[in-house]
C-alpha cells in the first residue's frame, strides 16, 4: 500500500476550488507543513502543480478561465485600499500582516477617485464590496471575523507580487520614481 | 532679563507642559492663543495670561517675537533644554560632529608641541581643551542618537503625522544623511577612530617623555581614558541608531515602492479602463477544478476493469431482467439518485451508500449510477486511502472509497 500523506482529501478539495492554505487552515496546513515535498511530488504526478510559497502558503497554480473578472474585483479592492493607507501614513506592512479592518470603515465608496476605480469592475455598493471579501474569504486571502471585520492572510502577497510585478513589465524604469497620488 | 537659576527652574517646572508645548511647535504665540494655551496646559492657575508671559519672559524662558510685542516664543537655548530634560531632542546637522572632531586634531598637534617643549602650563592648558571638546562630541552623539529614537518612536506609534511618502523620504534622509556619514566617522577605520589613536599616542608619549612629573601621567591617563568613552559611547550609539533605523527604513521603503506600484495602476486605469488590469490577472491565476478530473477517473478506470472482469464469470445473471408479470425492469434514474445524494448529504463513501440506498437494484444499474454521480459536476469527489469491500447478491467488489459532497 501507497505511504500516502495524510489529509489527502480534504487538502485536495480545498486547493481544488482555488483556495489557498495557511496557517489559519489549521490541521490541514499543518498536514502540508510536515511533509510539503510528498504532496508537492504527489500533486504534480497527478498533473497539479502545487506551490509553496515562503511566506507561509501554499495553492495551486490555475488559470484565470472563467474567472478573470472576479479576479479583477478582488485586486482592486486590495489595491485601493493600500492607497488609501499610503495616504494615511498607515503602515502597509501592518495591513498585510493582519490588521484587522472593518467593513464599514473601509474607503473603496467614501471618495469619487475609488468609487469611480470600482466603476470600471462594476463594483458600486456595500453589497459588491461584501461579495469581494466573501470570495477573498474563499480563497484563503482574508478572513472574515464575524464581527463586521475582516484581516488579509498571507496568501494576499499574491495580489501584492501580481502588482508589483506588473508594474516591472510595463513600466521598465525604476517604480520608486515619483508618482501622482502616492 | 532676571538672573535668578533657581527661581528660573522653579517656573520652568511651574509651567513645563506649556514651554514644552511651545518649544516643540516652535512658532511664536499671540495674547489671545497664549491665553488658550494657559487654560489647556494649567487651567487652576490665578496668573493672568498677560503677567504670565511678563514673568516667563522676565526670567529668559519667553522671548518676544520678532514681528510683535504681543507675542512670545521659547529662546532656542531653553527649547534645547526641555528637550534634553524629555528626551526629545532634534536631530542635529548631520556635519555638526566633524568640526570638533577636527578640533580635537588641532589640540592634539597643540598637546604634542606641548609634551615637546616640556612646557607644563600649555599641557594643562590643552588637555582642558581636549577634554571639553571630547565632552562635546560625546554629548552631541548621545542626543542625536536620542533624536533618532525619539522619531522612530513617532513613526512607529504614528504621531509624526506623515503620509506614507513623506515618511519615506524623512526616513531615507535620516538614514541617508544622518546616519551614513556619521558611520564614516565614527565607525572602524574613520575619522573619529584615527584622530583618537592620534590623541592617545600623544597622551602616552607625554607619560612616557615625563614620568617623573607629578602631574603629567595623570593628565595623561585622563585623557586617554576620556578619548576611549567618547570613541566607545559614539560608536554604541552610532550602532544603537543603526539597528533602530534600518529595519524601519527597510519596511518604510517596502512600503513605499508597493504604494508607488498601486499608483501607476490606479492612474494607468483612470487612463485605459479595465485593459489596465490585464496584466494582474495573467500573474493571478485561481485553480477552479472539478473533481471529476483525475482522481475520479482513475477510481472510475478501476470500478469498469472490476465490472469487466465480474462480466466474464459464468453463472452471472443477465444485465437487464424483466419480471414475470412483464412489468418495467430496474433503471436506476441518475437525476433522481443526484437528488437523494443532495438530500442525504455528503457520504464518506458513494459505493456503499448506492448499494445501501437502493439494494433492490442490480449491480449493472448501482455502477452506472456510481458513473453518473462521479462525473457530475454538482459534485465533489475524492478517493480515500484505505482499501474496502462490499458484498452484493452478486459479486464482492473491493475499491477505495471515494467521499462524495456536493459543491453547491
Redesign the interface.
Known amino acids: 500500500m501507497l505511504d500516502l500523506p495524510c489529509k489527502l482529501d480534504d487538502i485536495f478539495r480545498e486547493f481544488s476550488r482555488g483556495r489557498h492554505l495557511s496557517a489559519q487552515d489549521g490541521d490541514i496546513y499543518i498536514a502540508l507543513e510536515q511533509r510539503p515535498d510528498d504532496y508537492i511530488l504527489l500533486f504534480g504526478r497527478l498533473g497539479f502543480e502545487l506551490v509553496h510559497d515562503a511566506r507561509g502558503f501554499y495553492y495551486f497554480a490555475g488559470s484565470n478561465r472563467g474567472i478573470a473578472g472576479g479576479i479583477q474585483r478582488l485586486a482592486l479592492f486590495v489595491y485601493i485600499l493600500i492607497d488609501w493607507l499610503a495616504d494615511s501614513g498607515e503602515s502597509i506592512t501592518e495591513a498585510l500582516a493582519g490588521k484587522a479592518f472593518a467593513v464599514d470603515a473601509l474607503p473603496h465608496l467614501a471618495s469619487d477617485r475609488y468609487r469611480g476605480y470600482l466603476a470600471h469592475v462594476d463594483v458600486e455598493n456595500a453589497d459588491g464590496l461584501a461579495d469581494i471579501i466573501r470570495t477573498m474569504d474563499n480563497f484563503g486571502f482574508a478572513k472574515q471575523m464575524g464581527d463586521g471585520s475582516f484581516r488579509f492572510l498571507p496568501p494576499v502577497h499574491r495580489i501584492v507580487d501580481a502588482c508589483i510585478a506588473s508594474n516591472r513589465e510595463t513600466v521598465p524604469t525604476d517604480v520608486t520614481q515619483e508618482p501622482e497620488s502616492c | 532679563m532676571s538672573t535668578n537659576p533657581i527661581r528660573t527652574l522653579q517656573l520652568a517646572a511651574e509651567y513645563f507642559p506649556l514651554l514644552s508645548y511651545m518649544a516643540e511647535h516652535g512658532e511664536s504665540v499671540g495674547l489671545s492663543d497664549m491665553r488658550s494655551l494657559h487654560q489647556k496646559h494649567k487651567p487652576d492657575d490665578l496668573r493672568p495670561t498677560d503677567r504670565l508671559a511678563e514673568l516667563l519672559e522676565e526670567f529668559g524662558l519667553f522671548e518676544k517675537s520678532a514681528d510683535s510685542d504681543l507675542a512670545w516664543e521659547v529662546p532656542h537655548i531653553v527649547g534645547e533644554f526641555l528637550r534634553h530634560l524629555s528626551m526629545r531632542q532634534r536631530l542635529a546637522a548631520p556635519g555638526l560632529l566633524a568640526p570638533i572632531i577636527e578640533e580635537v586634531a588641532l589640540l592634539t598637534e597643540e598637546l604634542r608641541q606641548a609634551v615637546v617643549a616640556t612646557d607644563l602650563d600649555r599641557i594643562r592648558n590643552t588637555s582642558a581643551n581636549i577634554k571639553q571638546a571630547l565632552d562635546a562630541a560625546r554629548s552631541l552623539s548621545r542626543e542625536n542618537y536620542r533624536a533618532i529614537l525619539h522619531e522612530v518612536m513617532r513613526i512607529k506609534s504614528?504621531q509624526?503625522?506623515?503620509?506614507?511618502?513623506?515618511?519615506f523620504l524623512f526616513i531615507s534622509q535620516l538614514h541617508e544623511r544622518h546616519l551614513a556619514p556619521l558611520g564614516g566617522l565614527v565607525d572602524v577605520g574613520g575619522e573619529m577612530e584615527r584622530r583618537a589613536a592620534e590623541l592617545i599616542a600623544v597622551a602616552r608619549a607625554a607619560r612616557d617623555s615625563m614620568v617623573n612629573d607629578p602631574f603629567i601621567p595623570a593628565i595623561a591617563a585622563k585623557i586617554v581614558s576620556s578619548v576611549r568613552r567618547m570613541k566607545d559611547e559614539a560608536w554604541e550609539d552610532f550602532h544603537s541608531a543603526l539597528r533602530e533605523v534600518t529595519p524601519l527604513f527597510r519596511?518604510i521603503r517596502?512600503?513605499?515602492?508597493?504604494?508607488?506600484?498601486?499608483?501607476?495602476?490606479?492612474?494607468?486605469?483612470?487612463r485605459q479602463?479595465?485593459k489596465a488590469?490585464d496584466?494582474?490577472?495573467?500573474?493571478?491565476?485561481?485553480?477552479?477544478?472539478?473533481?471529476d478530473?483525475?482522481?475520479s477517473r482513475f477510481a472510475i478506470e478501476d470500478y469498469l476493469a472490476g465490472v469487466e472482469q465480474h462480466a466474464h464469470r459464468p453463472e452471472q445473471d443477465p444485465i437487464l431482467t424483466t419480471d414475470d408479470q412483464g412489468s418495467a425492469p430496474f433503471v436506476l434514474d441518475a437525476i433522481e439518485v443526484a437528488a437523494q445524494l443532495e438530500a442525504d448529504g455528503e457520504q464518506p463513501d458513494l459505493l456503499r451508500w448506492l448499494i445501501e440506498r437502493y439494494a433492490d437494484f442490480p449491480d449493472q444499474q448501482i455502477l452506472q449510477a456510481f458513473h453518473g454521480v462521479a462525473e457530475n459536476p454538482v459534485f465533489?469527489a475524492?478517493?480515500?486511502?484505505v482499501?474496502e469491500f462490499i458484498d452484493t447478491v452478486d459479486a464482492r467488489y473491493t475499491y477505495h472509497p471515494i467521499?462524495i459532497?456536493s459543491?453547491a
Open positions: 504614528r509624526d503625522n506623515r503620509t506614507l511618502r513623506e515618511r519596511q517596502r512600503d513605499h515602492a508597493l504604494a508607488t506600484s498601486i499608483s501607476i495602476l490606479l492612474e494607468s486605469l483612470r479602463g479595465v488590469l496584466g494582474i490577472i495573467d500573474r493571478l491565476q485561481i485553480a477552479r477544478w472539478r473533481a478530473n483525475v482522481f465533489a475524492a478517493p480515500g486511502e482499501r467521499r459532497s459543491n
